[in-house]
């Protein structure tokens, strides 16, 4: 965050280094709250990027690198060591490749994390659903997984991170 944290991008990078560890930037979402989140404190990939460049020199893409995750990989020059960058809010391609359903512990189904969309699969438990009943279930909900968030739009979570799980 600017103003809060971003003098620790370097030092991170080399605590990560020291320690063999991969390390990841994601940029801050309204995923519990909005009241942190605001056009001072927002602090974008691309920026990041930049400051660690300007440190490091230029960053070497590692395109054919990936987790389960949907972070865009880089070599430090000279270095073995590989950091990855999450652009959840100004990457309008970020969600392309989800495939993550979230499960509440009230029992709903969460298609996307920034949306308000829920389905309760409850009911069909409680009313003694088969596998293929259940299955068609899960179908249907990845059907309705959104193209994208809707952490651009003013989105007021309705869940706190926890409750929804990561
Ligand atoms: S579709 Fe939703 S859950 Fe998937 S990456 Fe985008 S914001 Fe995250």
Redesign the pocket.
Known sequence: MRGRNEDQLIPLIEFAGARDLILRFIELMPVSTTDVLDEDNFMSILEAKRTIESFYGSLMPETGFRTNG?AAYYQIPGRKQRIGFIG?MTNLH??ES?N?L?LTCDGKLR?????YLEFDIMKPLRAGATDEELKQFFLDVVER??A??D?RDNYQPNRKMIAIGG
């Open positions: 949907p959840a970020f969600c989800c993550k979230r298609p996307c994390l920034g949306s997984k959104p994208q968030h952490f």
